[in-house]
C-alpha cells in the first residue's frame, strides 16, 4: 500500500465495468503500489490454509517466476504382481452410439458370496475325496453359502447379538427351494436328480459354514460396511456410515409462498361454502316447518269452515274456498319437471285444471334423441355440402397430389349399364365439366342420406366386390385422356403362372364353384361375347380369383387414389 | 469455519507453554510433540498412534504444517530424542491430540493481519527444501496400517477395537480411552452437531474431521493395474485395515481382502463400465451419469474409494442426493475409472461440484482439468453459475486456480485488444463462474486494481508471457478439451417425491 497517499477507495460494484489493461500499458511503479492487498479466500480450510507445500505452490503459481511447484503425494505404482489380462479377461468394444446402462453392481456381478480362500481350502479337501461326478464346483459352493448367508440374514438378523443358528433343516429347505427354481442348462441329468446332489453338498457344507459364520462372532461372513444401527455410539463411529438423509425442508420462496396463500384461501372460501350451505338448508327445514304448520291450520280452518258450512246449510262448490291449491300446483311442473316425479308414487296423478294430461308436459328422451339426430344429421349434411363448395372445381396440379375428397358412391364412375349389355365401349364422351363429378342423375338419386367416407390418402378398404363393370374418364395430365375401369375381370396372362400359383390352395370351401378364366380382351372371347351376354351370376363370384396386387389391372396411373368401394350399383 | 476458528482460539490466546522434556522411546507417549525426522531433516511431529512391529516400536506421525497425506509410521530411530518433546498437558487430556496443529501452525506462520512476514521466512525454506527428493519409495514400503505377524499390541486409536465392545481393553491403553472421550467431548460435540445439521440435507464436504479417522487405516490398495496408497481413513469394513493389500474391483468397486474372492468376484462381474448412461464421448475419455439412488451400491463404493484420497470428505451420509460425473478412459478392456466428481440434485448454496477427484495413477495429467471444465460445461447448459464445494483440499485449489486463471486470462486478452470493458459479472458469466470465484481470482493474482479513482483490471506481464508460452505450447501437443458439441446431456428434472431424501 503507498503510505504517501491514502486514497479512499469505492466499492467495487460486479456489475460496473473495468477498463483491462496489460501491465505495461500503466507506470509500472505506480503497479506496485496500487495493488491492493486483499485477504483472498480461498475455500481450503483456513487449519490448512497455511500448510507449507500449499503455499509454495501459490507462491509459486501466483509469482513472476516460471517455476512449477507440486505439492508431493505419495504416488500410485504399477502393480508388479499382477496377471491383470487374467482378472480382467472381458474385452470391450466400443459401441457406436453413447452407452445406456442402468444395471445396478448387484444385477452385473451374480452370486453375491465370493469364496475366500479359506474356502478354497475346504473345497478342494472335500471335492478330493469324491469321484469326477461327484464334486462340488466353485459356483455351486458359492450358490449354497449364498442361500445360508440370505436365509440367516433374514430368518435371524439378530444372530451376531442373541446367537442363533439356523438349524440345518430350514437351510435345506431353503436350498433345495432355491435351486429348484433354477434352469440346469448344462446339466444333462434330471433336475430333481441335480437339485438332490445339491442338496446334498449343502448337508457337507453347512458345518463348514457354521464354522466360519462361528469364526466371524455369527457376523455375515463376507465383510459388510457398518450402516447405522440406531445406538448410542452410532454417531461417534467413523466407520458408521450412509446415514440416511433427512426430508430435505423445502426452501421458502415467493412463488411459494404465494402458492400456499392461495390454497389457504381456496381452503377458506371450500369451508364457507359448506357453512353455507347448511346454514341454507337449515332455514329451508324451517321454513318447511312453518308450511307445515300453516298446512295444518289451513286444514284445521276449512275443517271449521265446513262444520260452520255444515252448519249454517249453506250448498256451494268448496273449490272456491280451496284457490290456494290451483296456482301453487300450477307453477310447480314447469319449474321442475323432475318434481313431478316424486308423487309418482302417488296411485293416481291428479289431474291437470286446464285437463291435459300430465305426461303431455314431459319431455320424452325418444324426442330429446331425436331431435339431437336430426340436428347432428343436419351438422352433418351442412358441412358436406360446405366441402363440396370448397372442392368444387377442384384441380390439384401438384404431382401425386392430395385427391379431393370423393363424393357419392361412384365418383365420376359409370356403371356400364345394360344398354351396352357388358360391351366393353366406353361410353360417349361427357363435357369436360363432369370430370370426377357424380352425373347429376347419380347425385339426386342417393342425395346425402348415404354415410359418407372422408378418406384422404389412406389407402383404400379392400373393395369385396364389384359385381358391376364401371367406367370413367377423367383428363390427366398433358392432356392425356384416361378411362379407369373397374369391376373388371382381372385379365390373367395365361402364362403368369406366379400368380396362379399364389392362388392355388386359397380355396375355403371344395363346394365353390369352378371359376373359369377368361380374359376379357381376348379377341377370341371378344368375339364370341359379341353374340352371348355373359350369364348374370359369374361376377359376384371373383373375390378370391383376382390378381395379387389387389388392383385391377387397369389403366390408372400409379399412386392415384383408389375409389371407394360403390355402393349398392344403381339400377 | 466458524469451527476452526474455535478450534484456534484457545491455543493462540493460552500463554502457558506446554511441559517440555526428554523423552525416550518407552515414554514418548501419543499427543507428545517430538522433533521427527522428515526428508532429511528434523520436524515436528505430533505423536498420533504407537504400534509394535518386529523391527520395534513405530509411531504414526501428523508432520507440523504438513498434509495429512504426508503422515507417517515412523520407526524410533527417526526420531529425535536428544531434543525436548512437548507433553500433553495433563489437565486437559483431550487437547492435545485436538490441537495439535494449531499451537504449531502459531509458531511459523501469524494471522492473517501480517501475512507477508511469514511468507517470506516460507520462500527461504521452500527454496533450500525444494530440491530434496521425496523418497516415496521408502515411504509407501514402511506404511503398513498394521502391524506383522506379533504385533497385536497395537496402540493406535481404536484401530481394531470398537471402544465399547470390550471396555476392560480400554483401560489398558489410556491413550485409546483420551482419544474416545475426545471424540465425545462436549465444544467439539457442539460443532459436530451443527455440522450434521448442515450436511443433513446436502452437501458433502465436512470441515471436522473425527479424532479416529485422522489416522490412515487402508495401507495398500490394489485398483486395476495399479497400487494405490491411500491418504487418508476410509470407513471400508475394519477387518480390512488388518490386511496388506486391499482388492478393488476396477469396474464395479466392490472390495475384497481375500485375493480368493477377489478372483472369484472378477470371474462374474460383467461390469465394463460405469453403471450408467454415457453422455460425453470424444476420443480420449467418456463422461457417464449416474444417480446415487439408483446406483446406491456403486457410489457408495465409489464414495469409499475416494474418501481414501479426500481428506475432508464426509461419509456420514448416505449418495442419494447426489449425482455422480464419472471420467473414463477407454481401452479394449472397458472404460477404466479416471476420476469423477460428485454434484448435488439440488444445491443450496449453489455449488455445481460436491467432490472431484482424479486417482492418483492418472493425476498430473491435465485429466483435472477436463473434470473441472466439464463441470462448469454442465452449468453452462443449465443457465447457471456454478462453484464447488467448500472446503476445498489444497490440491483442488490450485487445480481450480490454475483452470480459473487460464480462463480468465484468455478473454480478459481478448477484451484488452478490443480494448472494451468487463464487469466481474459478465466474466462470471461467460466461464459459468460465481462472481465471488472471479473476483477472488482476481485479487489473488493481484490483477484488481484502482486507479485514477477506477477500479481496473491489469494482467500482469509474467500471466501475459505464461499465456503465450502455453499456446506456444499447444501447437505442438494440443491441450485436451472438453468439446461441449458432444456432451449429449439434459439437466436432469427430480420430481418433489424423489427430492425427499427418506427411504
Same mark, same amino acid.
Given at each position: ?11 467495487l460494484?460486479k ?13 509500472s ?5 496500487l ?10 480450510e ?39 489380462d487374467?482378472?480382467?479377461a472381458?474385452q ?8 445406456r ?16 480362500t479359506?474356502?478354497?481350502d ?11 461326478a ?36 430350514r437351510?435345506e429347505?431353503e436350498?433345495?427351494?432355491?435351486f ?13 436328480v441335480?437339485?438332490e ?8 457344507i ?21 450402516l ?18 433427512e ?22 372460501r ?9 346454514n341454507?338448508s ?5 321454513t318447511?316447518?312453518?308450511?307445515l ?16 258450512k255444515?252448519?249454517l246449510?249453506?250448498k ?17 311442473p314447469?319449474?321442475f ?10 296411485i ?16 320424452l ?5 331425436? *331431435? ?12 358436406t355440402?360446405?366441402h363440396l *363448395? ?13 385427391s ?17 349389355q357388358?360391351?366393353?365401349?366406353p361410353?360417349s364422351?361427357?363435357?369436360?365439366e363432369c ?8 347425385a ?19 373393395d ?11 383428363i ?23 400368380s396362379f ?8 370351401d ?11 380382351y ?6 364370341f361375347?359379341a ?5 348374370q ?5 371373383r ?5 395379387a ?21 344403381p339400377? | ?12 490466546g ?6 517440555r ?6 515414554t ?11 526428508d532429511?531433516?528434523p520436524r ?5 498412534s ?35 518433546v ?10 492435545p ?5 494449531p499451537?504449531v501452525?502459531?509458531k511459523?506462520?501469524v ?14 525454506s521452500?527454496i533450500? @527444501? ?12 514402511s506404511q503398513?496400517?498394521t502391524p ?13 477395537a ?18 474416545v472421550?475426545?471424540?465425545?467431548q ?6 459436530? @452437531? ?6 443433513r ?28 496408497f ?7 469394513p475394519e477387518?480390512f485395515?488388518?490386511e ?5 474391483? @476396477?469396474?464395479c ?6 485375493v480368493?474372492?477377489?478372483t ?14 454415457e453422455?460425453?464421448?470424444d ?21 469409499l ?5 479426500l ?11 447426489f449425482?455422480?460425473?464419472?471420467m ?8 477404466h475409472?479416471?476420476?469423477?466428481f460428485s454434484?448435488?440434485k439440488?444445491s443450496?448454496?449453489g455449488?455445481?461440484?460436491a467432490?472431484?477427484?482424479t486417482?492418483p495413477?492418472?493425476?498430473r ?6 473434470l ?6 454442465l452449468s ?14 489444497d ?11 487460464e480462463?480468465m ?5 481478448d ?25 477472488s ?9 484502482y ?7 491489469v494482467?500482469?506481464?509474467?500471466l501475459?508471457?505464461?499465456h503465450?508460452a502455453l499456446? @506456444?505450447?499447444?501447437?505442438?501437443k ?14 436432469p428434472?427430480?420430481?418433489?417425491s ?6
Amino acid at each position: 500500500m503507498a503510505p504517501s497517499r491514502v486514497v479512499r477507495q469505492r466499492k467495487l460494484n460486479k456489475g460496473t465495468p473495468q477498463v483491462v489493461l496489460r501491465e505495461d500499458q500503466i507506470e509500472s511503479t505506480e503497479y506496485a503500489s496500487l495493488q491492493n492487498q486483499y485477504h483472498v479466500e480461498t475455500g481450503v480450510e483456513r487449519s490448512e490454509e497455511n500448510e507449507y507445500h500449499l503455499q509454495a505452490a501459490l507462491k509459486a503459481s501466483s509469482g513472476a517466476k516460471d517455476e512449477v511447484k507440486e505439492i508431493p503425494a505419495p504416488p500410485a505404482q504399477e502393480s508388479s504382481n499382477i496377471k491383470y489380462d487374467a482378472l480382467y479377461a472381458r474385452q470391450f468394444h466400443d459401441p457406436y452410439t453413447y452407452i445406456r446402462f442402468s444395471n445396478t453392481v448387484e444385477e452385473a456381478s451374480g452370486c453375491s458370496y465370493d469364496m475366500t480362500t479359506e474356502d478354497d481350502d475346504f473345497l478342494k479337501a472335500y471335492n478330493q475325496k469324491r469321484s469326477a461326478a461327484a464334486k462340488c464346483s466353485e459356483d455351486d459352493f458359492e450358490k449354497i453359502m449364498d442361500v445360508f448367508e440370505q436365509t440367516a440374514q433374514s430368518q435371524a438378523p439378530y444372530a451376531s447379538v442373541d446367537n442363533t443358528l439356523v438349524p440345518f433343516e430350514r437351510m435345506e429347505s431353503e436350498v433345495s427351494k432355491f435351486f429348484r427354481r433354477r434352469e440346469f442348462p448344462s446339466d444333462p441329468l434330471p433336475r430333481e436328480v441335480t437339485v438332490e446332489k445339491l442338496v446334498a453338498f449343502a448337508k457337507d457344507i453347512y458345518d463348514h459354514w457354521k464354522d466360519r459364520r462361528q469364526a466371524s462372532c455369527n457376523n455375515p461372513i463376507q465383510p459388510s460396511l457398518k450402516l447405522e444401527i440406531h445406538q448410542e455410539n452410532d454417531d461417534g463411529d467413523p466407520y458408521v456410515c450412509f446415514r440416511r438423509r433427512e426430508v430435505r425442508p423445502t426452501r421458502k420462496t415467493r412463488a411459494r409462498d404465494v402458492q400456499s396463500t392461495d390454497k389457504l384461501k381456496k381452503l377458506r372460501r371450500e369451508i364457507e361454502q359448506g357453512f353455507n350451505l347448511v346454514n341454507l338448508s337449515f332455514s329451508r327445514e324451517l321454513t318447511k316447518r312453518d308450511m307445515l304448520k300453516q298446512g295444518r291450520e289451513i286444514f284445521e280452518s276449512r275443517a271449521k269452515f265446513k262444520l260452520i258450512k255444515v252448519k249454517l246449510g249453506i250448498k256451494s262448490e268448496d273449490e272456491e274456498y280451496l284457490i290456494n291449491q290451483k296456482p301453487q300446483r300450477r307453477k310447480q311442473p314447469s319449474d321442475f319437471p323432475q318434481m313431478q316425479r316424486t308423487p309418482g308414487t302417488q296411485i293416481r296423478l291428479p289431474g291437470r285444471s286446464d285437463g291435459r294430461p300430465l305426461e303431455a308436459d314431459l319431455v320424452l328422451l325418444s324426442d330429446l334423441h331425436a *331431435k339431437k339426430e336430426h340436428n347432428l344429421q343436419r351438422d352433418i349434411e351442412e358441412k358436406t355440402r360446405q366441402h363440396l *363448395k370448397w372442392n368444387a372445381n377442384h384441380i390439384d396440379l401438384t404431382r401425386e397430389p392430395l385427391s379431393p375428397v370423393v363424393y357419392g358412391p361412384d365418383a365420376g364412375f359409370r356403371p356400364a349399364t345394360a344398354q351396352y349389355q357388358y360391351l366393353m365401349t366406353p361410353p360417349s364422351s361427357v363435357t369436360s365439366e363432369c370430370f370426377d363429378q357424380p352425373s347429376p342423375s347419380n347425385a339426386n338419386a342417393n342425395e346425402i342420406l348415404e354415410p359418407r367416407t372422408f378418406r384422404y390418402s389412406t389407402p383404400p378398404e379392400e373393395d369385396e366386390q364389384r359385381s358391376q363393370p364401371a367406367y370413367r374418364r377423367r383428363i390427366g395430365r398433358g392432356g392425356r385422356l384416361w378411362i379407369d375401369r373397374r369391376g373388371m375381370s382381372g385379365i390373367k396372362s395365361t402364362d403368369d403362372g406366379v400368380s396362379f400359383d399364389r392362388w392355388k390352395y386359397d380355396q375355403d370351401d371344395d363346394d365353390e364353384q369352378p371359376v373359369y378364366e377368361m380374359d376379357p380382351y381376348d379377341t377370341k372371347a371378344l368375339r364370341f361375347r359379341a353374340t352371348i351376354p355373359f350369364p348374370q351370376h359369374l361376377y359376384p363370384q371373383r373375390p378370391q380369383h383376382r390378381p395379387a396386387a389387389g388392383s385391377p389391372p387397369s389403366a390408372r396411373p400409379a399412386g392415384q387414389q383408389q375409389p371407394p368401394p360403390p355402393a349398392v350399383a344403381p339400377t | 469455519m466458524t469451527s476452526s476458528a474455535q478450534k484456534e482460539e484457545p491455543t493462540v490466546g493460552s500463554p502457558a507453554p506446554r511441559q517440555r522434556g526428554r523423552a525416550t522411546i518407552d515414554t514418548l507417549s501419543i499427543g507428545c510433540l517430538a522433533m521427527v525426522e522428515k526428508d532429511g531433516r528434523p520436524r515436528r511431529a505430533e505423536i498420533l498412534s504407537i504400534k509394535e512391529t518386529k523391527s520395534g516400536r513405530q509411531f504414526y506421525c501428523n508432520f507440523d504444517n504438513f498434509n495429512k497425506r504426508l503422515d507417517e509410521w515412523v520407526p524410533a530411530p527417526r526420531i529425535h530424542f536428544d531434543q525436548d518433546v512437548e507433553w500433553p498437558s495433563p489437565e486437559k487430556p483431550k487437547e492435545p491430540s485436538k490441537k495439535t496443529i494449531p499451537p504449531v501452525a502459531k509458531k511459523t506462520t501469524v494471522t492473517k493481519k501480517t501475512p507477508k512476514r511469514p511468507a517470506v521466512t516460507r520462500e527461504d525454506s521452500i527454496i533450500s @527444501e525444494g530440491e530434496t527428493p521425496h523418497p516415496w519409495t521408502e515411504f509407501t514400503e514402511s506404511q503398513k496400517a498394521t502391524p506383522d505377524a506379533e504385533g497385536d499390541i497395537t496402540l493406535a486409536l481404536d484401530l481394531d477395537a470398537t471402544p465399547d465392545a470390550d471396555d476392560d481393553a480400554m483401560d489398558v491403553d489410556e491413550a485409546t480411552s483420551e482419544a474416545v472421550a475426545a471424540k465425545s467431548q462436549a465444544p467439539e460435540q457442539f460443532n459436530n @452437531e451443527e455440522e450434521k445439521k448442515r450436511l443433513r440435507h446436502g452437501g458433502s464436504m465436512t470441515q471436522n474431521q473425527a479424532e479416529i479417522s485422522r489416522i490412515r487405516n487402508i495401507s495398500k490398495v490394489q485398483f486395476g493395474k495399479y497400487d494405490l496408497f491411500p491418504w487418508y481413513f476410509s470407513p471400508y469394513p475394519e477387518v480390512f485395515t488388518q490386511e496388506d493389500l486391499m482388492y478393488i474391483c @476396477e469396474f464395479c468397486l466392490n472390495y475384497y481382502g481375500d485375493v480368493k474372492s477377489f478372483t472369484r468376484h472378477r470371474q462374474k462381474c460383467t461390469l465394463l463400465h460405469p453403471p450408467g448412461n454415457e453422455i460425453y464421448r470424444d476420443d480420449y475419455v467418456s463422461f457417464f451419469e449416474i444417480d446415487g439412488r439408483r446406483q446406491r451400491t456403486w457410489c457408495r463404493n465409489l464414495c469409499l474409494l475416494s474418501k481414501m484420497f479426500l481428506d475432508h470428505k464426509t461419509l456420514y451420509y448416505d449418495v442419494d442426493p447426489f449425482l455422480f460425473y464419472v471420467m473414463t478412459s477407454r481401452d479394449q478392456n472397458g472404460h477404466h475409472l479416471v476420476g469423477y466428481f460428485s454434484k448435488e440434485k439440488e444445491s443450496a448454496d449453489g455449488y455445481n461440484v460436491a467432490c472431484i477427484l482424479t486417482l492418483p495413477q492418472y493425476q498430473r495429467k491435465g485429466y483435472g482439468r477436463l473434470l473441472i471444465q466439464f463441470s462448469y460445461e454442465l452449468s453452462k447448459i443449465e443457465g447457471k453459475l456454478g462453484s464447488p464445494e467448500k472446503p476445498l483440499s489444497d490440491l483442488g485449489l490450485l487445480s481450480y486456480r490454475q483452470y480459473w486463471t487460464e480462463n480468465m486470462i484468455e478473454i480478459l486478452l481478448d477484451i484488452n485488444e478490443t480494448e472494451e470493458k468487463c464487469s466481474i459479472d459478465a466474466l462470471a458469466g461467460r466461464l459459468a463462474m460465481t462472481s465471488g470465484d472471479v473476483e477472488s481470482t482476481l485479487q489473488a493474482l493481484k490483477m484488481q486494481v484502482y486507479l485514477k479513482a477506477e477500479h481496473k483490471i491489469v494482467i500482469p506481464t509474467h500471466l501475459i508471457r505464461r499465456h503465450e508460452a502455453l499456446r @506456444e505450447k499447444q501447437k505442438t501437443k494440443p491441450k485436451r478439451t472438453i468439446n461441449p458439441e458432444l456432451i449429449m446431456w439434459k439437466p436432469p428434472v427430480f420430481p418433489a417425491s424423489s427430492r425427499t431424501w427418506a427411504w
